[in-house]
């Protein structure tokens, strides 16, 4: 499932999509009703690509949380939201049973899911998978980039070093 370009927006109800960046900031699609929206450099802006849930091993990427629950429900929508807190804290037990209870609270599984089924309800909810490389050495998780993004010379001798 691909996040790249989804929005969360304080203050904003629902998700928006990214569609073009300008000087003051950018402008942005509800998912809800489509409608365009500006939005400055001064709103706080989560993009649900960079957002994780604590686990006792580490921090688990949103993406991944929501292959889970797409996988579990056949990409078909999700508890509603709108559950009480039992309902919704055994449900996401099932998805991700490593999951920080301390740190994971109630209202952040009422966000993932009301996400998920806004993300479902919009057939956004796919097995697409931004393209990733596994360095051997390091063991660490780097974004492939095309040799036609890389603008200058010195870019492209580094990533031939790479």
Known sequence: MNLEKILAISGKPGLYVLKVQTRTGFVAESLADGKKITVNLKSN?????????????????????????????????????????????????????DYDEERVYPSDIKKVLNWYNMLQAKGLVTDEVPAVAVTEEVGAVAEETPEAELKTPAKKAKAKKE
């Open 45 to 97: 802006v989560s993009l649900l690509s960079e957002i994780s849930i604590y686990t006792y091993e580490g921090e688990k990427p949103l993406a991944e949380i929501m292959q889970k629950i797409a996988d579990k429900e056949s990409k078909g929508p999700a508890l509603s939201h709108k559950e009480d807190n039992a309902k919704l804290t055994a449900y996401f037990k099932e998805i991700l049973p």
